[in-house]
């Protein structure tokens, strides 16, 4: 059974950059894609964007020039980098693994992000 | 930026069937298939329902899906106490090339 468990910091200050890891326990990695999604507090959830094995991504056009996601295979593990964060970033930030046959069916456990001057 | 609207709550009584609509267009729900994730107060969003109608093991079979043109729907039949929770529906989007979510529906029992 796979288990996708996440950190990073937890508060931010305006202009700074969100960083957050993933990292997959038990499956294959190289099988799927491996996606970030949001919550911003009372709301719903939005996709940021996706990465395989090899480093293919997909992002959400609207936060395109903001976000950059990596993967590490060394380590099973993979990566959300969100540039120039305002308030508005202020969410829980989950990470997912995504197959083509059930979409996103396995989350991590979810990280607050709260951006605040 | 939700792309799929959903209506904002639906309830019902312990036992009663509830309906839940997801409506989108033919990029998204007119050309690929439907997700339903339940998401408990507090907690991670949770599989339910994957390709349009098929559940996962371990979901209840009171919780059944169906697509028809740019929609969906997601039906839960003998409500429980613990179904009460957020219900999104999610799809691929062929314009935007990734995922777009429903606005989300809470679902009250009564």
């Known amino acids: 059974q796979v288990q996708l468990q996440q950190w990073g910091a937890g508060m931010l200050k305006p202009s700074e950059t969100l960083s957050l890891t993933c990292a997959v326990y038990g499956g294959s990695f190289s099988d799927y894609y491996w996606s970030w999604i949001r919550q911003p507090p009372g709301k719903g959830l939005e996709w940021i964007g996706e990465?395989?094995?090899?480093?293919?991504?997909n992002y959400n056009p609207s936060l395109k020039s903001r976000v950059t996601i990596s993967v590490d295979t060394s380590k099973n593990q993979f990566s959300l980098h969100l540039r120039s964060v305002t308030a508005a970033d202020t969410a829980v930030y989950y990470c997912?693994?995504?197959?083509?046959?059930?979409?996103?069916?396995?989350w991590g456990q979810g990280t607050l992000v709260t951006v605040s001057s | 930026q939700s792309v799929l609207t959903q209506p904002p709550s639906a309830s019902g009584t312990p036992g009663q069937r509830v309906t839940i609509s997801c409506s989108g267009s033919s990029s998204n729900i007119g050309s690929n298939t439907v997700n339903w994730y339940q998401q408990l107060p507090g907690a991670a969003p949770k599989l339910l329902i994957y390709?349009?109608?098929q559940r996962p093991s371990g979901v209840p079979d009171r919780f059944s899906g169906s697509k028809s043109g740019t929609s969906a729907s997601l039906a839960i039949s003998g409500l429980q106490s613990e179904d009460e929770a957020d219900y999104y529906c999610v799809a691929w989007d062929d314009s935007l090339n990734g995922y777009v979510f429903g606005t989300g529906t809470w679902v009250a029992v009564l």
């Open positions: 997912a693994r995504n197959w083509v046959l059930t979409g996103l069916d396995s």
């Open positions: 390709s349009n109608n």
């Open positions: 990465i395989n094995h090899s480093g293919k991504t």
